[in-house]
């Protein structure tokens, strides 16, 4: 299957297989009106498939939600046909706005606008924590 | 400014000047009477409390100053719907300091982040109650001297009892201290507290759910309220609310020098035979609590 090259864009690169709309709408990519791919199922030398998203406009991606919804994917910035910056994004110290505290004790269930923070607590098992309450929330596999 | 959310707010050399403000207290106590003059206390109780507001105004006003606030959700805005931040930056422009207490946990850290005066957190639901802990802390070092090498019976409810949590915390960070949690499996301690306290920094514990087997190695035992509050479901509170109750007959194994600590209320978990053993130290922590929260509106005040 062939999509064509971008010349100004991002390629979210080595997405898990099967992520790939999870990224998607976490992105909100369906809000832009430029071209994206969602290539499904690709074939990879590491995992043996792996999915690609590529959008055909320079725009501001949320770095902190992709480490932690799938820390292993790699992101290229391309610019006039060139990648210019290529880094994998790491599973970030802190979430703001990203994941919704689900303790129904926490005052981040009733404070009017209050942005929902975790800290990450155990960067092994991938554990974050409400700032607010402590109640815990393991990131996305 | 500074507000304190956590006992681990705290560094350990703050507690021990806070210990040591609060024992010039007792020995001194009209050297303090003037310190706060002209400052005042707001409480601000979104849940009803005797013991910590009594004893954060009464700190207040034996340091010369003045309180304000109010003791129920119903008696604010909040019944409006206004949030924590909104009250907290109303509050900042009467007063000079802040008690919270709220059912919300995290809502003092929400206040904090909104006040331009201190804060410090007087309980938020089952989450923290560092001033309660700072009455532990000088009672457990007027009836035994220090904090080291001990071991710690805490007793009842450890999933929802904020109070044990935050002893836990600030324990933890002073040398030989062994944990006994002795709790029913639905109240055992939350996984959180274990993992990231005591697991994190190799404290010794064991958790059981037999209080006379524990008995006789204690140098302190914690008694807490199963907290009908904190439940959602009532059939799970009534099967779990006399799990432990502590008789005179069942101190016949503990040493002569148990103290037994309490952060009260009490409901029936310790029965009032008790009172009378000169091991029950439950009283003293009530006035102790008085003293450190004196220290603390000082140091947050910055009185010299």
């Known amino acids: 299957m062939v999509i064509d090259s971008i010349s100004n864009g991002i390629v979210i690169d080595h997405i898990t297989s099967g992520k790939s709309m999870v990224l998607y709408r976490y992105l909100n990519l369906e809000k832009l009106t430029c071209s994206v791919a969602i290539i499904k199922n690709a074939p990879s030398s590491k995992n043996g498939k792996k999915d690609i998203i590529k959008i055909d406009e320079l725009i501001d991606i949320n770095v902190d939600m992709l480490g932690y919804l799938d820390p292993g994917v790699s992101v290229n910035i391309i610019k006039d046909g060139v990648i210019v910056n290529k880094f994998q994004p790491e599973l970030p110290e802190r979430l703001i706005g990203v994941i919704k505290c689900k303790n129904p004790r926490c005052i981040s269930q009733e404070e009017q606008e209050l942005t929902h923070i975790f800290k990450l607590t155990d960067r092994e098992k991938r554990i974050y924590r409400c700032i607010y309450c402590e109640a815990g929330s393991s990131a996305v596999n | 400014m500074r507000s304190i959310i956590d006992i681990l707010d705290l560094s350990v050399e703050e507690i021990d000047s806070l210990i040591n403000t609060a024992c010039d207290i007792i020995e001194n106590p009209d050297k303090y009477c003037d310190k706060c003059k002209r400052k005042k206390l707001a409480t601000l109780f979104f849940e009803p409390s005797t013991r910590t507001r009594l004893s ?249």
């Open chain 2, 56 to 304: 954060f105004e009464a700190a207040m006003y034996e340091l010369g100053g003045n309180v304000i606030g109010f003791s129920a959700a119903n008696n604010s805005s909040a019944a409006k719907g206004e949030s924590v931040s909104d009250t907290v930056k109303t509050v900042s422009c009467y007063a000079d300091i802040i008690a919270m207490r709220h059912p919300k946990e995290g809502a003092p850290m929400v206040a904090s982040m909104a006040a331009s005066v201190p804060v410090i957190n007087a309980g938020d639901g089952g989450h923290n109650h560092p001033t309660q802990t700072l009455a532990d802390l000088l009672t457990i070092y007027r009836e035994k001297g220090s904090f080291n090498n001990l071991t710690v019976g805490l007793c009842g409810d450890l999933k929802f009892g904020r109070t044990v949590h935050s002893l836990i915390n600030a324990l933890s960070r002073y040398s030989g201290i062994n944990f006994i949690l002795i709790s029913p499996d639905e109240l055992k301690l939350p996984d959180y507290v274990t993992n990231n306290v005591l697991k994190k920094y190799n404290i010794p514990y064991e958790e059981t759910t037999d209080l006379l087997e524990a008995m006789p190695k204690l140098d302190i035992l914690y008694m807490t309220r199963v907290q009908r509050e904190r439940f959602f479901n009532e059939q799970d509170y009534i099967r779990l609310k006399d799990s432990y109750i502590l008789t005179p007959d069942k101190l016949d194994t503990a040493k002569q020098d148990l103290c037994i600590m309490h952060p009260l209320p009490r409901v029936n978990e310790i029965s009032v035979a008790v009172d009378n053993d000169k091991r029950a130290c439950y009283f003293k922590q009530v006035k102790n609590g008085k003293y450190m929260r004196m220290a603390l509106i000082l140091m947050l005040l910055g009185v010299e």
